[in-house]
């Protein structure tokens, strides 16, 4: 397996833009995982989905941010519209089930200007 | 509330010593215990995964301890290279089991 799929890699947009992130998790993984880090923060859950549900959302900063997982396969993170405190890095990450080891995809990093 | 401490936040050892890097968590009521690498500019590698039945986890030359309660983990290094240079980071669940809280690492640096 390829492991877990993000894209972009980096993303460069402009104030009040929208901005769609993506990723594919492991195949038969249950869980799915959104993470940002920043260095003032460190890493910090977004949302967290399970079978294709939204189960705990409780990190995601604002109604400018919303996520969906339309099938097992996929999953969007969309800031609209964005400001430069959403500048950071995001993390996608999946798992077999909530309690077993997670596996975490090379990131998006975002930047707004 | 869970929080994850690790201690130093950065270490420079020369090629070959041995070293271990220390995780602790206010909340003992875990049941597993994961440790990360990250390299700069890059996404996280897991390394090695305690459950809470466990005491101790091996891979390679990594040898992750678990001690729950003292709320305490540590991660053992042993022959450092200059390869092993990266953050290194621990997580445990939350209550819900719904995310990982991570500590803000420590940054290791291995001299040739």
């Known amino acids: 397996d390829a492991g877990v799929i993000q894209s972009p890699r980096h993303e460069v947009t402009e104030m009040g833009q929208e901005v769609t992130l993506r990723c594919k998790p492991i195949s038969g993984h249950n869980s799915l995982f959104w993470y940002r880090q920043t260095m003032m923060r460190g890493l910090e859950l977004l949302i967290y989905f399970n079978n294709n549900v939204p189960i705990d959302d409780s990190g995601m900063p604002e109604d400018r941010f919303s996520a969906k997982m339309p099938n097992a396969s996929f999953s969007t993170l969309k800031i609209q519209p964005s400001e430069p405190r959403d500048s950071a890095v995001y993390f996608c990450?999946?798992?077999?089930?909530?309690?077993?080891?997670?596996?975490f995809g090379q990131g998006t990093r975002l930047t707004v200007v | 509330k869970q929080e994850v401490t690790q201690i130093p936040a950065a270490l420079s050892v020369p090629e070959g010593e041995n070293l271990v890097l220390n995780c602790s968590f206010t909340d003992s009521a875990i049941y597993n215990l994961q440790w990360f690498r990250q390299d700069p500019g890059k996404g996280l590698t897991s390394l090695l995964l305690i459950q809470s039945s466990q005491r101790e986890q091996t891979s390679g030359r990594l040898n992750a301890s678990l001690d729950k309660s003292s709320g305490r983990s540590t991660l053992y290094i042993a022959a450092s290279q200059p390869g092993d240079s990266a953050t290194y980071l621990c997580a445990v669940p939350n209550q819900a089991g719904t995310a990982l809280i991570f500590g803000k690492g420590t940054t290791l640096s291995v001299s040739s």
């Open positions: 990450a999946s798992s077999l089930t909530k309690d077993t080891e997670a596996f």
